[in-house]
């Protein structure tokens, strides 16, 4: 399919001014749902995101119980508004594939092992979509996993990274996305880099692929201390009364 | 070697210290040990531990609770204790011959009782005993893991609000507080102080001078 070709890097900067190994604006709020066991909400540029978690609870139904281990599920939901085109609602092919790798991401750093027999429920609410979303949904949920207190080996950071106009450039938003060549989102484990997610669309060469991934994980660092601040703070930030 | 300050907030996966000892809120890799959840640290020599600031009750033997009945069935009580499992009370707690006699005159659905854990199994199933019918009152849900904050060191602060609102209060390990009689609405309001503001230093003086005011007005 030939696309329409668009200038996506004038002088050395993107469309919204950023270098190519810039990430745009990033916000977390933690426990934003009262009624959650944890939650976290994320501004990441224009993509809007809200996270819960559920559990460890009951499973159902009983039939996917597992006596050595808790099941993690997960929930990836794109909200009828989030893009430009109204999406219909409910899961579709993208969402569920979403869905299951997200949960096999999160499932490799939670420990299951404590909870047998249980569930634990993530939901990924997608608000506004920016290119980019299941970054910015699993940055979201692995923060809602450390406020509802399941213990976990690591936070999962990630941080997607692509090829536009020829240029290898971290964190692509929308205009880029589709216009660009390639994208590839990576998800890891923040202490040891171990990778949890890794897809990628379009084509990039062997040394392409390899810029990219590391300018991604270095992406996903910093996403790693804005996670990290953010958890901090909302035990740091408690207001005293009276 | 320790890594971390002592009451410092730490966030899951974040490295400990080399060669100490630790509690079930953390786990090693090798001679390095790394939190697990999210909260605060204390260290006492060689050892580390983690006061988390959230999460779900896990039932453990002994642990007085506070559940609620939710089915009645041949000899048995289900009952809801908040945990991800399953949990019973033996109709041998209350009678003699628990097959032949209707379960339901001693509690039935809904009712809130107070009990002990006997037994929890490797799947985190539990059997409770020692049962008492909370009857009236009201039932507050708390985080779990603040509990120990309501009630104080050497019960402090739970006696400090007993007296203060002449309330009769009993808490259940599982977060859920139960409060009858006596000033319950203030009581309440300041169990829900403490769960907000319970990772902060000098919390029972605060809540001394709080509730002298407000008995006072």
């Known amino acids: 399919m030939e ?12 469309l919204d001014g950023r270098r190519p190994d810039e990430l745009r604006e990033i916000k977390i709020e933690v426990g934003v749902l009262k009624r959650a066991t944890g939650s976290a909400y994320v501004e990441w540029g224009k993509n809007k995101v809200l996270a819960a978690v559920y ?12 006596p050595t281990k808790a099941v993690l599920r997960c929930i990836y939901n794109l909200a009828p508004f989030s893009v430009e085109d109204r999406k219909r609602p409910g899961p579709d092919r993208r969402s569920v594939e979403i869905s299951k790798v997200s949960a096999e991401a999160l499932s490799s750093v939670v420990m299951l092992e404590r909870y047998p027999n249980a569930g634990i429920d993530v939901y990924i609410e997608i608000l506004q979509a920016d290119a980019g979303t299941r970054c910015v949904g699993l940055t979201a949920a692995s923060v809602a996993l450390a406020d509802a207190g399941i213990p976990m080996k690591d936070i999962v950071a990630a941080c997607a990274a692509g090829k536009i106009s020829g240029e290898i450039v971290l964190d692509l938003m929308k205009e880029e996305d589709n216009y660009g060549e390639s994208d590839l989102p990576i998800a890891v484990m923040s202490r040891k880099k171990d990778v949890v997610l890794l897809q990628m ?15 991604a994980v270095n992406g996903a660092t910093q996403v790693y201390e804005i996670q990290k601040a953010a958890l901090l703070k909302s035990v740091n930030d408690v207001k005293i009364e009276g | 070697m320790l890594h971390i300050k002592d009451r410092e907030i730490v966030i899951p996966g974040q490295l400990m210290g080399d060669n100490i000892r630790h509690d079930i809120n953390c786990f090693h890799e090798k001679d390095k040990v790394y939190s697990s959840v999210h909260g605060m640290v204390r260290v006492e020599d060689n050892y580390v531990k983690i006061i988390p600031s959230t999460g779900w009750y896990m039932p453990k033997e002994g642990d007085l609770i506070i559940g609620v009945i939710t089915e009645v069935l041949t000899g048995w009580w289900a009952v809801d204790i908040r945990v991800p499992n399953i949990c019973s009370l033996r109709g041998e707690e209350m009678t003699r011959d628990p097959l032949n006699v209707d379960l339901s005159q001693y509690f039935n659905v809904g009712d809130v009782i107070s009990a002990k854990i006997l037994e ?18 009201i039932t507050v849900n708390v985080n779990p893991k603040r509990v120990p904050r309501v009630v104080g060191k ?41 769960e907000k503001e319970a990772q902060t230093h000098g919390l029972t003086d605060r809540i001394t001078e709080m509730l002298e005011r407000e008995v006072g007005k």
């Open chain 1, 201 to 215: 669309d379009g084509k990039l060469t062997r040394e392409e692929f390899k810029k990219a991934y590391e300018l």
């Open chain 1, 55 to 66: 559990g460890p609870r009951e499973l159902h139904p009983k039939f996917l119980r597992n």
């Open chain 1, 3 to 14: 696309k329409p070709d668009m200038e996506l890097i004038k002088d050395g900067k993107r």
């Open chain 2, 120 to 137: 929890v199994d490797e799947v985190n199933a539990c059997h409770l005993t020692r049962p008492w019918k909370l009857e009236g009152g």
């Open chain 2, 154 to 194: 050497k019960r402090s602060m739970l006696n400090i609000i007993k007296e203060k609102t002449g309330s009769k209060i009993i808490v259940g390990q599982n977060g859920w507080i139960w409060v009858k009689e006596g000033k319950t609405e203030l009581a309440i309001r300041t169990i829900r102080k403490i």
